[in-house]
């Protein structure tokens, strides 16, 4: 059976889908099961729980839970199993794990960090409680210190309260518009179609494909964001323990240290923004890397914009 027999959908994500071997080990598990288990599915395949529901999630056409949580296969799901099956690929020889080296678990984790938002997905408490932590803590060191941010940049505020909780939640709207424009764009998979509505089947298919998963994104964005407030999190022990962190303004030095704190808070995001869109925007790691690069370079250009301007 060719790849083009399957009919809802194109040729081209099918091949983005299924080109990685656990996805396909998942397919070819779930169907000689019948129905799985989470937990009897990571084992088998000896994978990380983060790992495994990142990639339940690309292959959510294919893959649905019945009532009691265990993993089944779509109709669709059902004929690219049967490709997979037909075409010779055998599922005792995919289901062979091939572990990575203990370095590369690690690197994975810290550029990569898949685990952090699996259970922030999977747990609605769990997201409501650690969103609305995260919205509380940076919303009072920003007032504390004056500070609001701009994208993946901190700035000097004014001292209105109502102001910089404004424009804080502001750049959440904003960072949430530009990781979903950029990933719809970036992600290729738009221009595989021809003609409105299958484009916004697409553009469904990457983002906005119902109401409870954007809130679910936007909210895991709220703690994905909050290494940011590393900075402002510097200036207030700086001020309330008089710890002299930083220089004072117009000081030698602050302008290069106040941007060496920047440039450590950035770093640690970029990691979790990355986990996010490629967990959230169902994109491979390298892909959701230059849509959160590309944010980087627009904030970083605005910030330069801004600097000129005063």
């Known amino acids: 059976m060719p790849l083009g027999s399957i009919d809802s959908t194109s040729e081209d994500e099918l091949v983005w889908l299924l080109r990685h071997k656990t996805r ?14 989470a937990t009897t599915l990571r084992d088998m395949l000896k994978i990380s729980t983060g790992s495994l529901y990142y990639n339940l999630r690309q292959l959510k ?10 993993y089944t296969l779509t109709e669709e799901g059902e004929r690219v199993y049967r490709v997979l099956k037909e075409g010779g690929v055998l599922s005792l020889d995919l289901l062979k794990p091939k572990p990575p080296s203990r370095f590369m678990k690690l690197l994975t984790n810290m550029f990569f960090p898949i ?3 699996s259970p922030l997905y999977e747990s609605t408490g769990l997201r409501v409680i650690t969103s609305t932590l995260s919205i509380m803590v940076s919303i009072l060191l920003l007032i504390y210190t004056r500070t609001t941010p701009l994208i993946l940049h901190i700035y000097e505020s004014s001292t209105n309260i ?7 939640l502001g750049n959440l709207v904003i960072m949430y518009l530009l990781l979903t424009f950029i990933s719809i764009l970036i992600s290729g998979r738009l221009f595989h179609y021809k003609g409105v509505g299958k484009t916004m089947d697409s553009i469904k298919s990457i983002a906005l494909s119902s ?6 994104f936007f909210s895991s964005l709220i703690i994905a964001i909050i290494p940011m407030i590393f900075y402002p999190g510097l200036l207030a022990l700086n001020r309330f323990f008089n710890l002299h962190l930083l220089p004072e ?13 920047m ?7 970029l990691p979790f923004l990355i986990a996010l869109t490629a967990y959230g925007r169902r994109l491979s790691g390298t892909t959701a890397a230059i849509v959160v690069l590309l944010i980087y370079f627009i904030s970083h250009v605005i910030s330069q914009l801004l600097m000129i301007s005063f």
């Open 263 to 269: 440039i450590i808070a950035q770093s640690i995001s």
């Open 24 to 37: 396909r080990r998942i397919i070819l598990a779930i169907g000689d099961a019948g129905k799985i288990s």
């Open 211 to 216: 109401l409870n998963e954007e809130l679910k």
């Open 249 to 261: 303004p117009g000081k030698p030095g602050y302008y290069q240290i106040r941007d060496l704190y």
């Open 115 to 117: 685990w952090l938002f």
């Open 61 to 70: 056409d294919f893959v649905r839970q019945d009532e009691d949580r265990n």
């Open 162 to 168: 109502f102001e910089i909780v404004a424009k804080y």
